[in-house]
């Protein structure tokens, strides 16, 4: 009998938990260089209207200080006048504004914020949902429109060929090994090609993972409604959650099968991969087409017993 693959469930990588972190990261390292100039211009403004309330709006006495010994020096060395008075005009316009601590806390902000921006766009994936993005000259493109439609044929191809596995002759051989006194366990045979198809979505172009339930009994309320929703409709059902870089919510694609009496619900859920369309086949020609080798399978060996009987008789 073929070996059943137990490790069903999807585990979320170190890089995944870091691919989904990263953009909060940068906006709450805004956040808090945005709070710390404020906070800074608070402490600044209530220290200034403590001790020399003035220099709210005036110049402080430190600069004109400074202006006197300026003019002082012009007086002495009236040689050198032409070099004071531009010496005179860039103090009078730059100084001011260089020395001024309000504006110290403005520029170094601005700073911290420049450099915390570039630190991040050499980080592709905390800007991997961008089409294209500009940064003053620079323009960086992040996505290739002709690669990903090559992807999407590959994808779609790699599908195909798991439907054209489960219709083969090599499928109907795998589950006539499971045959155990004339009778196959139908979930047996599920569970097995399912983590079939499992391994199979790992491997590229698909680089999908996912975990897979098959419930024979009692099933998760949060999954009663898409449960009620593939009953009625007779087709598996989908709900892909609306941010597929949250790792913290899964999507579902849910299955409900009858064979025999027996009741079944197949849940295929994954935190990164997004169901489609092609999936909903694949999954429903899953069960359908074990359905029916099981049923040749026990049926040819009915037949072979009965024959036999009636040989030694």
């Known amino acids: ?72 020096k012009t007086i002495e060395s009236p040689s050198s006048s032409s070099s004071q008075e531009k010496e005179t005009w860039l103090t009078i316009l730059v100084k001011p504004i260089v020395e001024s601590n309000f504006n110290k806390i403005i520029f170094r902000g601005l700073f911290l914020l420049l450099i915390w921006m570039l630190l991040f766009l050499i980080i592709p994936v905390a800007f991997k949902r961008l089409k294209r993005f500009k940064f003053f000259n620079m323009e960086f493109e992040v996505d290739n429109i002709e690669q990903a439609a090559i992807e999407t044929v590959e994808i779609s191809g790699t599908k195909a060929k798991l439907m054209a596995y489960l219709t083969s002759d090599h499928a109907t051989g795998r589950t006539l090994e499971f045959l155990n006194d004339s009778i196959i366990d139908y979930k047996e045979v599920l569970e097995y090609f399912l983590a079939e198809i499992q391994a199979g979505y790992k491997n590229p172009p698909l680089h999908a993972t996912f975990s897979y339930n098959v419930y024979n009994g009692a099933i998760p309320e949060e999954l009663h409604e898409l449960v009620e929703e593939t009953k009625e409709t007779g087709e598996s059902a989908i709900f892909n959650k609306n941010n597929q870089d ?28 997004p169901f489609d369309i092609l999936d909903r086949y694949l999954f429903e020609l899953l069960h359908n087409t074990i359905s029916k080798n099981i ?9 072979t017993s009965t024959g036999d009987d009636g040989n030694g008789t």
């Open 1 to 72: 009998m073929p070996r059943i693959n137990t490790e069903n469930e999807e585990r979320r990588s170190f890089f995944q938990w870091i691919n989904f972190l990263i953009p909060y990261l940068y906006t709450s390292g805004i956040i808090l260089i945005l709070i710390w100039m404020i906070l800074a211009s608070l402490l600044l403004f209530q220290h200034t209207l403590k001790e020399n309330p003035k220099e709210l709006f005036l110049q402080s006495e430190k600069n004109e200080s400074s202006e006197a010994k300026s003019n002082v």
């Open 246 to 273: 949250s790792i913290l919510k899964k999507n579902y694609l849910v299955f409900y099968f009858c064979y025999g009496v027996d009741e079944y619900v197949t849940v295929i859920s994954s935190y990164t991969y």
């Open 295 to 303: 049923e040749n399978i026990e049926y040819m060996v009915a037949l």
